[in-house]
């Protein structure tokens, strides 16, 4: 019960500091979610993201910090297996399931947009 309780704390923290970005700084969301992937990437490479992975859970690799996570851990295990040309496919093959899963849910989203827009 308490990894529930974990999970929740860090992803809703993650979420709180972006909605305070978004409030009090004149960054863009884009640039937020730019910052947030290539944080998650710079603390995965100084090892400093797996354990909160460890510790949360989903809490941490949900967010867009974790997508910089796999990203990280795509490339290193890349590398290891297949020298510098992983650095170039690691990342991608690390996170191909969500890109697609995303890039599907925005073309079914546009999809329905399209058909319950359509004036009767």
Request: hydrophobic share 55%; glycine share 12%; charged share 10%.
């Amino acid at each position: 019960m308490m990894q529930y309780v974990y999970v929740f704390l860090v992803g809703g923290a993650l979420c709180a500091v972006a909605q305070v970005l978004i409030d009090k700084t004149k960054l863009t969301p884009a640039r937020i979610l730019v910052l947030y992937v290539v944080s998650g990437l710079v603390l995965t490479a100084l090892g400093l993201y797996k354990p909160l992975v460890d510790f949360a859970g989903a809490g941490a690799t949900v967010p867009l910090t974790g997508f910089g996570y796999s990203l990280a851990q795509g490339v290193k295990k890349a590398v290891q297996e297949n020298g510098l040309f992983g650095a170039l496919t690691g990342g991608l093959t690390a996170t191909a399931a969500g890109i697609t899963v995303a890039m599907t849910a925005g073309l079914i989203s546009a999809f329905l947009v399209s058909v319950f827009s359509r004036k009767k």
